[in-house]
């Protein structure tokens, strides 16, 4: 069966993938950066380099939005190209201002992931601002982590040697196998903003951070959670022995 309103859907998404072809040749991208705190003094540990989309017609544009399409056409290759290369160019400039100790932390899509060129790219932009591996921090998420985990485990093993710290986001919502996130040469486990969100009000939110926290000790990796929006809630991850948090209470994504 066929509606106006598919019509009307399938016009809208032509004309974004057009308009994000013309958006990565043109870069009418900017990045914002999250702040990553000490949960114990508040001090600045690390930041998050979130792309947006500044479109000349109509205005900011939700990655929600337009990085299923990225993915979907491979424009996501350049796109993330771009990514990393502007965020290690302005950990560069902040170094060089005088602010240090601070990692740059950088998101890569199953795509980016499993591309052959992905170890040269990284390796020569490190290289082109004068960054080591431990500056830049990469993240993926569980899901893309299990697609292909065995090709993905390599990839992972050879980034690593290049010193770049990794990191797993959202953990707790896809489908790891804990033999695979064991072989995995992951440092630090993001604990997803759902278990925090009530960690307050549910004991088993609380119990679930627990145990992620216990087995990320065990793994020999670091934890961070996401989204906290509460000092309540930072009050209770620091009683949890929660290393490191960011989230809109700590600091709200902006331009540099």
């Known amino acids: 069966f066929f509606t106006a309103e598919m019509n009307q859907v399938a016009l809208k998404r032509l004309r974004l993938e057009q308009d994000l072809r013309a958006a990565v040749e043109t870069r009418q991208f900017e990045l914002h950066y999250q702040p990553q705190l000490d949960s114990s003094d ?50 560069r400039a902040w170094q060089d201002d005088g602010i240090r100790n601070v990692t740059m932390a950088v998101n890569l899509s199953a795509h980016q992931l499993h591309a052959p060129i992905l170890l040269e790219q990284v390796a020569t932009t490190l290289e082109t601002h004068g960054l080591t591996g431990a500056d830049l921090e990469l993240e993926i998420t569980e899901s893309v ?4 985990p065995d090709a993905s485990i390599r990839q992972l093993k050879a980034l690593r040697d290049l010193g770049v710290r990794l990191s797993i986001d959202d953990f707790g919502t896809g489908y790891s196998s804990l033999s695979y996130l064991k072989r995995m040469p992951i440092d630090i486990i993001k604990i997803d903003k759902s278990f925090v969100r009530e960690i307050t009000s549910d004991p088993t ?52």
């Not at 209770?236 to 209470?249: K, M």
Request: with cysteine; aromatic share 4%; net charge negative.
């Open 42 to 91: 508040g001090r600045i540990v690390g930041v998050e380099a979130l792309v947006r989309w500044r479109h000349p017609r109509d205005g900011l544009i939700s990655p929600a939005e337009f990085i299923p399409v990225a993915e979907e056409t491979g424009l996501i290759l350049q796109l993330g190209e771009w990514v990393l290369d502007e965020a290690c160019r302005q950990l």
């Open 145 to 148: 982590a299990m697609h292909d």
């Open 205 to 256: 939110d609380a119990a679930m951070v627990r145990a992620i926290l216990q087995m990320a000790s065990a793994f020999g990796m670091e934890t961070v959670a996401e989204g906290v929006e509460t000092p309540e809630q930072l009050v209770a991850l620091r009683s949890l022995g929660i290393p490191a948090a960011q989230g809109y209470l700590l600091g709200r994504p902006g331009a540099r």
